[in-house]
């Protein structure tokens, strides 16, 4: 009995709650967002009308996330993880700047924010690099993180997003 009601309940309150449609979200709250089709959030600069300023306009990309929709990350985590809501596009360009490399290996990021890590896990994949590994460079040499692993060739280990999930604790609805 039980399980029905839950089951019920989540019925209605996802009925309850809009669509998560990326071109319908605003600057704010594109950028680390997912929508509710499974597809990242972008945020794209466009030439102003007058050709003075530039506006942002929030697109999804093809890049389709496998274990999360419907979301919108907290600005918890955006602070923990040491984002920026003005981010244009996604890039792995952030993973080599260790001061942002040790927020998101930090423990209130890693384990905490499993949309940035999914992210982040698999742009370090494109580079050839295992996220936890990484981390683990970075914890002992914060100077050489990224560089130390590009160079030596070392990016081993198995499939990132599995690994990387296995080892965040908590699930998405925790958060």
Known sequence: MPLALFFVLSMLLHGAFAEIVCENLSKDKCAFS????????VLEKYAGNDGD???FQCRSSEVVVERLSEWIETEECIQACG????SVGISSDS??????????CATACFNNCPNVV?????????????LPELCQVQ?????????ELLSS??????EPSVAAFSMIAPSPSAI
Request: proline letters at 6%; one cysteine or more.
């Open 53 to 55: 300023e530039a506006e």
């Open 83 to 86: 984002l920026d809501r003005n």
């Open 118 to 130: 999914d992210l982040y896990v698999n742009l370090a994949a494109g580079e050839g690099v295992f």
């Open 139 to 147: 914890r002992i040499n914060p100077r050489r993180g990224m560089a």
């Open 95 to 104: 993973l080599l700047e260790p001061q942002f490399t040790a927020k998101l």
């Open 34 to 41: 997912i929508s509710s089709a499974g597809k990242r959030c």
């Open 153 to 158: 060739g070392v990016a081993g280990g198995p």
